[in-house]
């Protein structure tokens, strides 16, 4: 019988999706902390591929990673198909993978602009608040 694994925490989960995130390229990776404004999550990773294409393979290297290596699957995945936004709910931490062209259209971190945030780069965190 294979014993019983804990479940992720969400900066475990975040590290893990923003690490996923990576391997394909991801740009401009920021996670927006809503643990305190928000009821249906605790964390937004977003992040940029170039391309449709690109932002495709983003999804499918986290969709995979985090499948294959902790049997999480997303309970939601929108906008797959136009692959310009792309949304992954896996409850505590939703992705939203986007074309530079839709992300800048959205601005959705300016719409929580008061939340703490951290820029990811060069696969190291930092604070900028």
């Known amino acids: 019988m294979k014993p ?12 893990l999706i923003t690490g996923y995130a990576q391997q394909p390229k991801a740009v401009d990776l920021v996670v927006l902390d809503l643990s305190g404004a928000s009821a249906f999550t605790d964390a937004f990773v977003i992040a940029t591929g170039r391309s449709d294409r690109q932002v495709k393979a983003i999804h499918d290297a986290i969709h995979q990673g985090m499948k ?6 997303p309970s939601h995945v929108e906008g797959l ?3 310009s936004w792309v ?10 993978l986007f074309t530079p ?6 601005r959705l971190e300016a719409l929580w602009g ?3 945030r951290r820029v990811i780069s060069g696969g190291e965190p930092e604070d900028d608040r």
């Open 114 to 116: 008061d939340v703490p």
């Open 68 to 73: 294959d290596q902790h049997a999480m699957l």
């Open 81 to 83: 198909r136009e692959s």
């Open 87 to 96: 949304l992954l709910d896996y409850g505590d931490v939703v992705v939203h």
């Open 4 to 15: 019983a694994t804990a479940p992720l925490t969400t900066a475990k989960m975040v590290d």
């Open 101 to 106: 062209a839709t992300r800048e259209y959205y």
